[in-house]
């Protein structure tokens, strides 16, 4: 997946995210899915392959403590948004950070997308 498409899928679905307590990581994406932008972007990498990058964001911020929640089979429980979640959604609107974060994107293979995303709003 391209980075700003990567990037926009992370942000959009902390965004929406924002919206639930106590939910699925499905009912989040299917939610997100309503915004043509998102939606776009499954139908381009499609709903395999997008569904496995989903997950595996999913995982990395409930690990990294962004999403407040539970990982588990077939999909993941997501209580809510951490402080750091908010943080970032807060930081996302600032044209500065998200220029250093795409200059970043070589380092995402690396370590994680949220790490360096923390890294960058502390």
Do not use: C
Request: hydrophobic share 40%.
């Amino acid at each position: 997946m391209e980075p700003d498409d990567y990037l926009y899928v992370y942000l959009h679905f902390l965004k929406v995210a924002t919206r639930f307590d106590n939910t699925t990581d499905r009912t989040i994406a299917y939610e997100a899915s309503k915004d043509p932008k998102f939606n776009k972007l499954i139908q381009k990498y499609g709903e395999s392959h997008f569904s496995n990058v989903l997950k595996s964001l999913v995982n990395e911020m409930i690990s990294q403590g962004v999403l407040i929640g539970v990982q588990a089979k077939p999909m993941n429980i997501i209580t809510g948004v951490s402080p750091v979640g908010y943080s970032i959604l807060a930081k996302s609107n600032d044209n500065k950070f998200i220029s250093k974060l795409k200059k970043s994107a070589p380092k995402w293979a690396l370590n994680t997308l949220t790490s360096i995303i923390i890294s960058l709003v502390s």
